[in-house]
C-alpha cells in the first residue's frame, strides 16, 4: 500500500451513464479532499480520501483523459444562536436514536460521531456520510447556504431514515414472530401425532 498526501475535488455526476462529462453534468458544489491512502489492486484502485472544504466547480479546464476543474472554496456561515443551537442538537438526538437501529458496528461509529465536540459543520457531513443517505439529500446539503440550513436539510433526512428503519424493524419482528408462531403450531401437530399414536398403540393393547 502507498501512501499519498494529494489533494483532488470529489464531484457528484447525476447521470452515470455519461462517460465524458461536461460542467452542465456535475453538481456544481463538491468537496475538496486529501489521499490518505492509495491501495492499487488487480483490477480497481482503492482510495481513502478526508475531505477538507466545500468548493464550487467554476470551471473544467481538461476533460481528457481525467478531468481538471477550476474550483473556488465556500466560507461556511455559522449561526451562534439559541435556535440554531437548539436545532443542531435535535440533529444530534436524531443520529443517536437512529444508531440504536443500527448493527453493533455502525451503531459504535455514529453515536461516537454524535457525541464527539467538533465543529457542527463537520459533524453534519459525517452524520450524512455515516447515515447513508441517498445521492440527491447528499447533494442538497452540499448546496445549503448556512449552518443552519444545513441542520435543517439533515434533521429532514434523518426523520425520514429513522422513519424507514422503524418500518424494516416492525417488519423484521413481525417476520420472526410469524416463524416463531409457525414453528410452535408445527412443534403442536408433532406432539398430537406422537400422541394420537401412543394412544392407538394403547387402545390395541386393550
Do not use: W
Request: glycine share 2%.
Amino acid at each position: 500500500a502507498a501512501t499519498e498526501q494529494k489533494v483532488l475535488v470529489v464531484a457528484s455526476q447525476p447521470d452515470p451513464a455519461i462517460d465524458d462529462p461536461v460542467l452542465a453534468d456535475l453538481y456544481p458544489f463538491a468537496t475538496r479532499a486529501v489521499i490518505k491512502r492509495l491501495e492499487p489492486g488487480a483490477e480497481l484502485v482503492q482510495i481513502i480520501v478526508q475531505g477538507i472544504d466545500r468548493v464550487r466547480i467554476e470551471a473544467l479546464s481538461q476533460t481528457t483523459p481525467h478531468v481538471v476543474a477550476r474550483v473556488g472554496v465556500v466560507e461556511e456561515t455559522t449561526d451562534a444562536s439559541p435556535e440554531a443551537e437548539a436545532l443542531h442538537r435535535a440533529v444530534l438526538d436524531l443520529a443517536r436514536e437512529i444508531a440504536t437501529l443500527l448493527p453493533a458496528e455502525a451503531q459504535a461509529v455514529l453515536r461516537r460521531v454524535a457525541d464527539d465536540a467538533r465543529d457542527p459543520t463537520a459533524q453534519c457531513y459525517l452524520i450524512a456520510s455515516l447515515v447513508g443517505l441517498d445521492p440527491d439529500k447528499t447533494r442538497a446539503l452540499l448546496g445549503a447556504r448556512s449552518s443552519q440550513e444545513l441542520d435543517s436539510l439533515l434533521l429532514a433526512a434523518l426523520r425520514y431514515e429513522i422513519s424507514v428503519l422503524r418500518i424494516r424493524a416492525q417488519i423484521a419482528n413481525r417476520t420472526a414472530t410469524t416463524l416463531t408462531e409457525d414453528q410452535r403450531r408445527a412443534l403442536l401437530r408433532q406432539q398430537m401425532r406422537t400422541i394420537q399414536a401412543e394412544l392407538g398403540e394403547t387402545d390395541r393393547k386393550s
